[in-house]
């Protein structure tokens, strides 16, 4: 049988070149139809592919029954990584071109295959926990210089370590879901004390999120070959910010309720497995890491980041930002053996932020921190206007894909419109 990823493998869905959901792709997700409960599928090009339906046909069995009839795929994350494995081929094999099972049944096709436009999407998996690193030197060097100088533009222990803290899980919602203006305590350096208010330097921050598909023990360290075995997938993932409430409350411990009101993540996770022939090697690491952060893989990404930013005057996104998840100087392997290094227990349905992605390039800014250099170069938009942080009303959407022969791994898009402070 040939190997889920082969990019000569078709489809008996047509599937157009430029698709984010080819038949080398499949990532799962959670969707309902009207008047049926949430499930779980997969995306084919224009459909969705109702797994609950072909287990109960008896056509897709994944070792535990009723794990795709849930409003979660946490149940099938926790069935580890040879399950993963078979049943993505199994269902490749279900939607090849050459096999008739579904191609020739219609009234199973019709049941099983439903378009992407006629169903709702959902969380895709329960969070258990959620971690935001802050992985990316050209985001941490961009951000020290602004408010440090160049001289001490990164921390001390920036390049030992992934630098993270832990968030929020409560408040991790799926694409399309509205961010409502975050109030909080402001100071701004002129005045003398706080007030309360709504947050006025609102921003956005270009994120990959690692999807924890595996637990690991209280007490346990994990190998770089563990770690890596944990990573079911990976969804883009907006962490929005308070930059003005952040910049009061951040010392001595860190973000808190800058950062607590809202993450988004796009409806599909695309596997680890569906990426492996885009992996790349990070950036060279100096000073070495010490022994129990090295790696031997090749545990970076090909896989370009798009940003787009649609103010409510505006028909159409106007893109602001491209860059690229191999910038990435901790990998996401690195973060999760750095997490669990004192003892940390992690949990299926664990998800990690990679922090802001910015590239060399000033085009490549993964924030409007950076793109507007803290409000000092205001971003020009087509019609006129100009943003050095979100308005009431502007949309923000992030998309991202790997470029293959012929066809694209892709995770469609994460989008996020903000509403007035309430």
Not at 168 to 184: N, W
Not at 204 to 225: C, K, N, P, R, Y
Not at 237 to 255: F, H, K, M, T
Request: glycine share 10%; net charge negative; proline share 8%.
């Amino acid at each position: 049988m040939p190997h889920p990823n082969d990019p000569k493998l078709k489809s008996f869905i047509a599937v157009d070149p430029t698709s984010d959901f080819p038949i080398q792709n499949l990532p799962y997700g959670v969707f309902s139809a009207p008047g049926a409960a949430p499930r779980v599928g997969v995306a084919i090009g224009d459909f969705v592919l109702d797994l609950a339906l072909l287990e109960s046909e008896g056509l897709l069995k994944a070792n535990e029954p009723g794990v795709f009839a849930q409003s979660s795929i946490n149940a099938f994350m926790a069935l580890g990584p040879k399950v993963w494995s078979q049943t993505r081929a199994r269902i490749s094999e279900l939607l090849r071109d050459d096999n008739p099972t579904l191609r020739d049944n219609a009234n199973l096709r019709a049941r099983a295959l439903l378009p992407r436009k006629d169903v709702q999407l959902h969380m895709p998996f329960t969070v258990a926990g959620y971690t935001d690193f802050y992985s990316s030197k050209e985001h941490a060097t961009n951000v020290g210089v602004m408010f440090r100088g160049k001289d001490n533009a990164l921390q001390p222990n920036w390049l030992h370590m992934p630098i993270g803290y832990n968030g929020r899980a409560s408040t991790v919602v799926v694409s399309g879901t509205p961010i409502v203006r975050p109030q909080g305590q402001l100071k701004p350096p002129s005045a003398d004390a706080p007030t309360f208010g709504p947050c006025k330097r609102l921003d956005f921050e270009l994120e990959m999120g690692v999807v924890v598909g595996g637990a690991s023990q209280m007490g346990e360290m994990l190998t770089e070959a563990q770690a890596e075995a944990m990573i079911f997938g990976f969804v883009l993932l907006n962490d929005w910010s308070a930059r003005d409430i952040q910049q009061w409350e951040y010392v001595p411990l860190g973000p808190f309720q800058a950062k607590a009101f809202g993450t988004s993540i796009s409806p599909w996770v695309v596997t680890r497995e569906a990426l492996e022939p885009f992996r790349v090697k990070g950036p060279a690491q100096d000073p070495q890491p010490l022994p129990y952060l090295r790696q031997l893989g090749a545990n970076n990404y090909e896989l370009t980041l798009d940003v787009g930013l649609r103010t409510a005057g505006m028909n159409a996104p106007a893109n602001i930002s491209q860059t690229n998840f191999k910038y990435m100087y901790w990998s996401s392997v690195q973060q999760l053996v750095h997490h669990a290094s004192s003892g940390c227990a992690m949990n299926v349905g664990d998800l990690l932020g990679s922090g802001t992605i910015s590239g060399p390039e000033k085009d490549q800014r993964g924030s409007l921190l950076e793109i507007s250099w803290n409000g000092a170069e205001p971003l020009e938009l087509p019609g006129g206007d100009r943003r050095t942080f979100l308005e009431d009303g502007d949309s923000l959407v992030m998309r991202g894909w790997c470029q293959g022969a012929g066809y694209r791994v892709g995770f469609g898009e994460v989008e996020g419109t903000i509403r007035a402070a309430e």
